[in-house]
């Protein structure tokens, strides 16, 4: 965002240069710059910037629209004691004119765009209306970034809750949700996804059989057999993990994905019985990073049998039921890259 908002800036070639800096409060009071664009970029090399007050440095418009939380304009550069420190620079790329308009937040700057122009009077009151607004806008966009992240960590530990919440009630299968969710996650990136459909993805790994809550433990560890009506049972749990988060406003299909993680590609799957491209590709990695943990597995009805039958397995329904990218990708971490699943 930094980097596009200077480029922008400079595209009008009468603004040589445009940066945007991040006030620290460390003892010399450094501003980095994060972003910068225009001709005379190299005018910032070597230059350390500081916005304290007993420094020549921090006598510079940038330092003082920190400490000030006010826009600094100066039309002629070369007149201008506060530009002292930097006359030779100045002379060297021929600025004339200067803005320093402060990125404020919380009662205090956070740091400062600042915006040079070749122009004498090139920031009058128009000029600087814009600039301000600009700031504003910046401010508005690390607000918003910042509360994403908290908002994600929120939905995350949610998550978390839920998946812990599920495993303390069934001890059997006690670290299934983790082992899914990392050969899932790792799947998701092999495959090229993007970041922000495998965050989705890793949460909906975590939950994905957040369902079976509501199936009667005695089920769930049983040694036996099922019966066809204990079997339906535990096949609704799809559809009761989706009415469980439905109604969470993720910014993710969860509760889809998770109703789909038994659906095949011949629509033999359930609970909707859907077919091919209809399966959303979340979904149709987790299926396949359910099949491979579960088998791997020790289950109460049957011990574990090991991750080159799980290899089989996927491989025999490969293209008829499981997606062939997925499997082909699986295989390849196993085979060739020496995937593992996480220890405990």
Same mark, same amino acid.
């Given at each position: 965002m930094?980097?596009?908002i200077?480029?922008? %800036? ?17 003892d ?6 994060l ?13 350390k ?5 007993d ?39 021929? %600025? ?5 308009v ?8 956070i740091?400062?765009?600042?915006i040079?122009?070749?122009?004498k ?11 301000? %607004?600009?700031?504003?806008?910046i401010?508005f ?5 910042r ?27 006690a ?13 998701g990136?092999?495959?090229g ?11 909906a ?16 560890i049983?040694p ?11 096949k609704?749990?799809?559809?009761a ?5 439905k109604d969470?406003?993720f910014?993710w ?5 998770v ?17 091919g ?14 099949i491979?943990e ?7 009805y049957?011990?574990?049998?090991g ?6 397995e ?28 996480p220890?405990?």
């Amino acid at each position: 965002m930094f980097r596009d908002i200077c480029e922008a %800036i400079t595209a009008d070639k009468r603004y040589v240069l445009a940066w945007i800096g991040w006030a620290r409060d460390d003892d010399y009071r450094s501003v980095d710059i994060l972003a910068s664009a225009g001709m005379a970029q190299s005018y910032l090399d070597d230059l350390k910037i500081s916005w304290r007050d007993d420094l020549d440095m921090g006598q510079a418009p940038s330092a003082i629209a920190i400490r000030t939380q006010t826009t600094q304009v100066c039309n002629d550069a070369r007149i201008h004691t506060e530009f002292k420190s930097f006359h030779e620079h100045i002379l060297r790329y021929g %600025i004339h004119s200067v803005i320093a308009v402060p990125l404020n937040a919380n009662s205090h700057s956070i740091g400062v765009l600042v915006i040079y122009s070749t122009q004498k009077n090139a920031f009058r009151e128009g000029e600087v209306f814009i600039f301000d %607004i600009l700031a504003e806008n910046i401010c508005f966009g690390i607000k918003s970034r910042r509360e994403s992240e908290i908002f994600h960590q929120v939905f995350e530990d949610t998550i978390s809750a839920l998946a812990t919440a599920l495993e303390k009630r069934d001890p059997y299968t006690a670290g299934h949700e983790r082992r899914v969710t990392d050969l899932a996650i790792t799947l998701g990136k092999e495959m090229g996804l993007e970041a922000v459909r495998l965050a989705g993805l890793r949460l909906a790994s975590m939950v994905h059989d957040i369902g079976k809550i509501q199936i009667p433990i005695e089920i769930l560890i049983k040694p036996g057999r099922l019966t066809t009506t204990e079997f339906d049972l535990i096949k609704a749990h799809s559809v009761a993990g989706y009415e469980i988060l439905k109604d969470i406003k993720f910014p993710w299909p969860i509760a889809e994905i998770v109703r789909q993680h038994h659906e095949m590609l011949d629509g033999s799957g359930y609970p909707q019985g859907l077919k091919g491209e209809a399966i959303l590709k979340e979904a149709r990695i987790l299926t396949v990073a359910d099949i491979v943990e579960a088998m791997s597995s020790h289950r109460p009805y049957r011990p574990a049998l090991g991750v080159e039958r799980a290899l089989e397995e996927v491989t025999r329904l490969r293209g008829s039921k499981l997606d062939v990218e997925t499997v082909d990708t699986c295989l390849r971490l196993f085979h060739e890259r020496q995937y593992e699943f996480p220890k405990p």
